[in-house]
T-cell receptor, first 113, second 115 residues
């Protein structure tokens, strides 16, 4: 059974550019959430999607956005990149229902220069 | 606002020892608590999931307990091995938002097992 797949694994972007990260959940998982991990702030919740609808969003500026497709695959987009956006971005998927745990992908390491 | 604290922040022990990692959370209104391990530069690997109605879960050499009323969880690792070296993260899923508020993570315990 394939796990959560995130692409690309590494990205280097320049300040002011935008970036799109992709996440393919485990087959049958309809809930996808995104997290940002930095050395200073740790892991922080970005947003959660279920059936193509954003259910909630964490405390991040509007430059961070996402979407989910009908096959449950998800993308997140960061516009007007800042140096502080350099981080490991992790995607997690789950079966529907709050009692299920999350399975995480290997992450995308974004470096903004 | 839910806060999760993990103690100690770092731990180094000789191989073979039994050890306990601690996690505390401020709001007991949770669906569940999940323990993860993270190897350097990698994603998170789920170790154990404890529902709010459960007291403990076991998987191999790992045992996690949950005392929801006191806001505490422990992860017990028996007979530690060098391969257990990693950062261990505790995360709670709050009841708020119907479970859609995402996980709240602690900062982790960086564990080193000396051969």
């Amino acid at each position: 059974k394939a796990g959560v797949t995130q692409t690309p694994r590494y990205l280097i972007k320049t300040r002011g550019q935008q970036v799109t990260l992709s996440c393919s959940p485990i087959s049958g998982h309809r809930s996808v959430s995104w997290y940002q991990q930095t050395p200073g702030q740790g892991l922080q919740f970005l947003f959660e999607y279920f059936s193509e609808t954003q259910r909630n969003k964490g405390n991040f500026p509007g430059r961070f956005s996402g979407r989910q497709f009908s096959n449950s695959r998800s993308e997140m987009n960061v516009s007007t990149l800042e140096l502080g956006d350099s981080a490991l971005y992790l995607c997690a998927s789950s079966l529907s229902g709050a009692n299920y745990g999350y399975t995480f992908g290997s992450g995308t390491r974004l470096t903004v220069v | 606002k839910q806060e999760v604290t993990q103690i100690p922040a770092a731990l180094s022990v000789p191989e073979g020892e039994n050890l306990v990692l601690n996690c505390s959370f401020t709001d007991s209104a949770i669906y569940n608590l999940q323990w993860f391990r993270q190897d350097p530069g990698k994603g998170l690997t789920s170790l154990l999931l404890i529902q709010s109605s459960q007291r403990e879960q076991t998987s191999g050499r790992l045992n996690a307990s949950l005392d929801k009323s006191s806001g505490r969880s422990t992860l017990y690792i028996a007979a530690s091995q060098p391969g257990d070296s990693a950062t261990y993260l505790c995360a709670v899923r709050p009841l708020s938002g119907g479970g859609a508020d995402g996980l709240t993570f602690g900062k982790g315990t960086h564990l080193i097992i000396q051969p």
